[in-house]
């Protein structure tokens, strides 16, 4: 065993371990320093980072695993992850913890697992064989479509059902893996248009069945009781059906009808009861003065629920700058144009695909985040990936780490393919 773990090394592309070093550097200053209402609920001042710190270095684990792997053994691991991930999901709607109104967790031993985390990294697995094996002189084979939405489509529904943020982000990266597996145009053509009446579908439902009445949401308890009644009222299998699909209507109402508000509201009149994260968000932000005030010396921290997670970048606005913001968004584009780099350069498409679209998974992710925190995009439960606080993201955003660095260092490149395949010189006979 110590013999195993003895060969266990740190290799692989030097830049994407100065991103994800600086990353995680990030993540443990803001997460101790925006957790202060965490410290007050237990009463530990250290308790949140310690945690936090943890889990960073038992993802880091894991990536150091994941990254000693060869990216040919991925491909072994895709069906077993697709059907892992779907059965999890269908057990999250079942059993799943409810938090906030929507059911994304399942607990195992005392810890929330979340099964959407898995899942997105299972689709990317996927698609990334699919259009690796259906590629052709003239691009990929028009049957790699079918193919990419009969894994996708099922996940992005179960997710969608309660995590529309997400599903909607693994949807994007999908469509630009297709992009860049040479898809058809006219296949993607026709998708965005399905798509977008799809979209005017779902909007007009959300619109009609949504309530704004209370644009917050509710505690469990509340919701619990609401959906209770909802059933009594809309008894049967359709009624059912009517509420397991769009109980998080007002939610996604009150979020829409937000963000479309252009109404200027003066200081005064906000109501800091219903609008209290965007509020104190925006206060973070202007309070910055550009230069910050400095790490750990944040107020607005002690108003934002979510300041260690879904609103992080605020925080790392008021303490940092404008200067700070900036890095932070720097190092993610680093992140995604140097992962673009390493898969350029690989003799194989299933490696390139991969990683790029595991790169396009957090980048994508991240700058929603970004534009949630300073209003330029409606607020959703998105972490800064590598950043904000949590379990199974951190983790799980650690082994995508891994499979990155496993492709830099074990992938074959094209150079060594070219080189191959030059005549070696004749050895003079003795």
């Known amino acids: 065993m110590f013999e195993s773990l003895s060969k266990i090394k740190f290799k692989g592309d030097g830049i994407i371990w100065m991103v994800f070093f600086f990353l995680c550097i990030i993540s443990v200053l803001e997460v101790y320093s925006a957790s202060s209402a965490l410290t007050y609920k237990g009463g530990n001042y250290w308790a949140p980072v310690v945690y936090h710190t943890i889990l960073l270095l038992v993802g880091v ?52 697992f979340q099964p959407s985390e898995l899942a997105k990294g299972a689709v990317i697995l996927a698609e990334a064989q699919i ?8 691009g990929a084979s028009r049957s790699a479509f079918k193919y990419v939405l009969y894994v996708a489509v099922p996940v992005l529904v179960l997710i969608g059902m309660e995590n529309l943020s997400t599903a909607a982000l693994l949807f994007l990266t999908v469509f630009i893996m297709m992009f860049i597996g040479r898809v058809s145009k006219v296949q993607l053509g026709k998708t965005l248009g399905v798509l977008a009446m799809g979209g005017v579908f779902i909007f007009a439902m959300v619109w009609l069945v949504g309530d704004t009445s209370d644009a917050e949401p509710v505690p469990d308890e509340k919701m619990a ?102 890095g932070v968004c720097l190092l993610y584009i680093i992140l995604l144009f140097r992962t673009a780099t390493i898969a350029n350069r690989c003799a194989n498409a299933f490696p390139a695909l991969l990683i790029m679209g595991i790169a396009l998974l957090l980048v994508t992710q991240a700058m929603f985040n970004m534009c949630v925190a300073v209003g330029l995009a409606p607020v959703t439960g998105q972490p800064l990936p590598l950043i904000s606080k949590g379990g199974t993201s951190t983790i799980v955003n650690c082994v995508y780490m891994g499979v990155i660095l496993s492709v830099s260092y074990t992938a074959k490149r094209k150079d060594e393919v070219t080189e191959s395949k030059k005549p070696r010189p004749l050895r003079a006979s003795a």
Request: some cysteine; overall charge negative.
């Open 131 to 138: 259009l690796s094996a259906m590629q052709t002189v003239d």
């Open 225 to 326: 009781m609401t959906e209770t009644v909802a059933e009594e009222a809309s008894p049967g299998v359709l009624g059912k059906v009517y509420n397991k699909f769009f109980h998080r209507a007002s939610t996604w109402k009150a979020r829409i009808v937000k963000f479309l508000d252009n109404d200027e509201v003066r200081p005064e009149d906000i109501d800091l009861d219903k609008d209290a994260q965007v509020a104190h968000a925006n206060i973070a932000i202007a309070s910055s003065n550009v230069v910050g005030k400095g790490p750990g010396n944040s107020v607005e921290r002690d108003f934002l629920s979510q300041a260690f997670s879904d609103f992080i970048y605020a925080i790392i606005i008021e303490e940092m700058g404008i200067w700070g913001a900036a």
């Open 61 to 112: 684990g894991f990536m150091v695993l994941t990254m000693n792997i060869k990216c040919k053994y991925f491909k072994l691991v895709t069906p077993f992850a697709l059907l892992f991930s779907i059965l999890m999901l269908i057990a999250v709607l079942i059993v799943g913890q409810s938090t906030n109104g929507a059911q994304r967790w399942i607990g195992f031993f005392g810890i929330q």
